[in-house]
């Protein structure tokens, strides 16, 4: 099931050809996106999703469309949306450079896709986890901005590259690691730990996305009480946590029970806790 809107609010027929073979997105990945949760036609986190949105189009300098468009396009994906069949959906916004040797002017859509029984799956069980060198070291960020590391483009080659290897090893996603051994993020999401009552998160100036999920999480936790800490932590804090968890907009808040093959903690009344802790937020 699939929804498609151009940005001046209109549906079209998502099988009918949108791109031109020259858009720069599709010979080079040179653009950026978001994917949004929207649950009973109720978008979570929109505000964030756009503002990260404008900030990976200035790492990339990339001419966006006005914000209004943005949203006028998300709208009309979800005004268009069969919530009754379908009450969950996946919002894609995608902004491409544009046609090779253009007049610079970008390329862009929204895109509602239904949440897949996989997705609803690791949510539910919980995913194994394989930790994968990233090859990168934490200051690289500052070192080489022009690597766009803290950028959500559409050049995803690497990110699914790594989740295929952790299918071929028997395992369901990714935490990849810096040159330091530090954890860094997934394919497609944030880590958090639990350590007693504080929740622990990489720092984007690692190189790492903001996390919209993530940030939801600590700011309930921090309304309950909790404290929260955005710091580097070696692979080690993975398995002497209380809890590891993965946020992304669309798997939500989904526990982690096995990390390289080896079992980790897994306390199902703190799952139920951290989860509903996001879940309060909406």
Known sequence: MRVLATLDGNVVDHRSPLFRADDLGVLRGDGIFETILVVSR???ELGPHLDRLERSARLMQLPLPERASWERGAQAVIDAWPWDEHPEMGLKLVCTRGIDEGDGTPSAFAMGQEVGAETRRK????VQVVTLDRGVSTDLMD??????LSAKTLSYAVNMAALREAESRGADDVIFTSSEST???GPTSTVVLAQGRKLLTTPPSSGILQGTTQGALFRAAEQAGWSTEVVDFPTSALFESDGVWLASSIRRITRVHDIDGTAIKVDEALNDEIVGLYESNY
């Open 183 to 185: 954890v860094l993020e």
């Open 123 to 126: 949510r539910d069980e919980g």
């Open 42 to 44: 109720q978008p979570r």
């Open 143 to 148: 070192r080489a901005p022009w690597l766009l």
